[in-house]
T-cell receptor, first 116, second 117 residues
């Protein structure tokens, strides 16, 4: 597709349930980012991939969060044993190349996770 | 310290008037980029405008312009001739060339703009 595609758009999970959020970046984009956005706040960086390599995962809040991009295109963010504080919008973004400050990062519509 | 500061949690503007959304930033990099994104209630982050740290001219994109004052480390967004559809959250963000995390974006807390008819 033309833009960054994320699924599911909305997910309600019971506390303790595992969830998987999918991101399909713009074709050919090397860089892929995951962000977490709590209600009323700006997005916070979670993790970054360059092709299939996860080069930075410093923003992942706990070891319950795991991300992968095995073939350098589609990425999955997995949250194990969800907690209420995990409720947020999870935004995926992609960018053509790394290393250029002016390279625009394009975002998907986000996956809205509510943990009950 | 906050890298991106947006001091206006909410702003009202009359339809057809201009509005300025404030953004200040903090970096020791010489090479960086400043971005503004619009986020309507649907949740998508829509790219509006970009300013490079070495750009001498202020960026403009249609009704959007960026008032870049490098010495003051400010990058205010100016929206001219506001429209009802401009009502949304607006985020200022920075991308530093030296950042190891793929030049990730660092966001401010956002400003909610409400356009009055």
């Amino acid at each position: 597709g033309a833009g960054v595609s994320q699924s599911p758009r909305y997910k309600v999970a019971k506390r303790g349930q595992d969830v998987a959020l999918r991101c399909d970046p713009i074709s050919g984009h090397v860089s892929l980012f995951w962000y977490q956005q709590a209600l009323g706040q700006g997005p916070e960086f979670l993790t970054y991939f360059q092709n299939e390599a996860q080069l930075d995962k410093s923003g992942l809040p706990s070891d319950r969060f795991f991300a992968e991009r095995p073939e350098g295109s589609v990425s999955t963010l997995k949250i194990q044993r969800t907690q209420q504080e995990d409720s947020a919008v999870y935004l995926c973004a992609s960018s053509l190349v790394q290393g250029i400050a002016g390279n625009t990062i394009y975002f998907g519509e986000g996956s809205w996770l509510t943990v009950v | 310290a906050q890298k991106i500061t947006q001091t206006q949690p909410g702003m009202f503007v009359q339809e057809k008037e201009a509005v300025t959304l404030d953004c200040t930033y903090d970096t020791s990099d010489q090479s960086y980029g400043l971005f503004w994104y619009k986020q309507p209630s649907s949740g998508e982050m829509i790219f509006l405008i970009y300013q490079g740290s070495y750009d001498e001219q202020n960026a403009t994109e249609g009704r959007y312009s960026l008032n870049f004052q490098k010495a003051r480390k400010s990058a205010n967004l100016v929206i001219s001739a506001s429209q009802l559809g401009d009502s949304a959250m607006y985020f200022c963000a920075m991308r530093e060339a030296s950042n190891n995390a793929g030049n990730m974006l660092t966001f401010g807390g956002g400003t909610r703009l409400m356009v009055k008819p």
